[in-house]
């Protein structure tokens, strides 16, 4: 399978979700493709020889789990520095793919104590794999070469809550809360905390969904070039704990 500068090309891309080109064709205001940027940009950054070398998953789940602790000891590493900044101003290469909470306690570079280009966070609500999550996810896996996946959900989550309660919620807001209830429904009248105990499944569940959910992740998966994992954080200690 080709790659561009150790990722999948576009074509692969392709072939993996099954479509044509049309279907990924999307333009940018510059009047290019999407799909085209990293790949023009890659080979400066190859030449420059400032790429960093690749990560196994397992390599790439301990370099965040110790990031972690990093930071709950409170011992964080200088990763936003202004030379960080122009290292990795004409192109990225995330080891890792987060999809996470959006809420404001739950910042993933800051509490996995990691740098500017480091990791692709998708952030929503309730940690939820919607279709545009999705989408994004596919595409750090795909074209910018993530070889793990960490989907993370936390305590006293409110989206969480909101879906045990149950009441009728205005706005868009309840089209998130809608996407926890199946996990809800998962741990409805086990012993314990409602909230904490949905706030796992969740977690589990939504890895369940990126994994079964996606043509290009599964695929990916099924050779041994994705992991995907998840994790509880929590926000009284500030510790992040793998849960699936």
């Known amino acids: 399978m080709s790659r561009i500068n150790g990722f999948l090309g576009r074509r692969n891309v392709l072939k993996l979700a099954g479509i044509g080109s049309a279907g990924l064709a999307v333009s940018t205001a510059a009047g290019g493709f999407l799909w085209g940027a990293q790949e023009t940009v890659a080979p400066k950054v190859a030449e420059a020889e400032t790429k960093p070398q690749p990560v196994s998953p397992d ?11 990093r930071f709950v000891a409170e011992r964080r590493q200088n990763l936003q520095s202004r030379s960080r900044l122009q290292e990795t101003a004409t192109a990225q290469f995330p080891f890792a793919a987060i999809l996470s909470c959006a809420d404001s306690r739950v910042p993933a570079e800051i509490v996995m104590d990691q740098g500017l280009g480091d990791l692709f966070v998708v952030r929503v609500a309730g940690n939820v794999a919607s279709e545009s999550c999705i989408g994004s996810l596919e595409f750090s896996a795909a074209v910018l070469g993530t070889q793990l996946l960490v ?8 989206a969480v809550a909101a879906a045990v309660k149950g009441d009728p919620l205005p706005g868009r807001i309840g089209i998130f809360v809608e996407e926890v209830k199946p996990a809800v429904r998962l741990v409805q009248g086990r012993p314990g905390d409602p909230v904490e105990n949905a706030v796992v499944a969740n977690v589990k569940y939504q890895v369940n969904t990126l994994k079964e959910g996606s043509s290009i992740l599964s695929s990916l998966i099924a050779e041994g ?20």
């Open 59 to 69: 390599e790439a789940l301990q370099r965040i789990l110790e990031g972690n602790k």
């Open 151 to 158: 989907v993370i959900g936390h305590e006293r989550c409110g």
């Open 225 to 244: 070039k994705l992991k995907v994992v998840g994790c509880r954080y929590d926000l009284d200690t500030g510790e992040l704990t793998v849960v699936a």
